[in-house]
Nanobody, 116 residues
Framework: VQLQASGGGFRQPGESLKLSCAAS????????IVWYRQAPGKEREGISC????????FYADSVKGRFTVSRDNAKETLILQMNSLKQEDTAVYYC??????????WGGGTLVTVSS
């Protein structure tokens, strides 16, 4: 099983960035998806999730209205669209998948830096 995160980079405040997480070795359609981030000197926090049937989504208050989570099970890809970026969005972002039996897998982090 592998989750390959990509799309991180440098942006100025107000700009957008799209993160992707490519899954292999598993059937993505049986997993819920969670995006986490860890800012420098802070604990890792869950910021968004989407159910395996896309029947629910969740956003932390810090990203609500600016970030959009989506999934393409056919392409085994997870997406986090980030708009109106702020300096406080600077962090390493991780994708995580978990099924109803509690099995979970983590992707490697991708660094997002927002600075003027």
């Amino acid at each position: 099983v592998q989750l390959q995160a990509s799309g991180g980079g440098f942006r100025q405040p107000g700009e957008s960035l799209k993160l992707s997480c490519a899954a292999s070795g598993l059937s993505l359609d049986v997993y819920d998806i969670v995006w986490y981030r860890q800012a420098p000197g802070k604990e890792r926090e869950g910021i968004s999730c989407i159910g395996l049937k896309e029947d629910y989504t969740f956003y932390a208050d810090s990203v609500k209205g600016r970030f959009t989570v989506s999934r393409d099970n056919a392409k085994e890809t997870l997406i986090l669209q980030m708009n109106s970026l702020k300096q406080e969005d600077t962090a390493v972002y991780y994708c995580n998948v978990r099924d109803v039996l509690g099995r979970e897998f983590w992707g490697g982090g991708t660094l997002v830096t927002v600075s003027s």
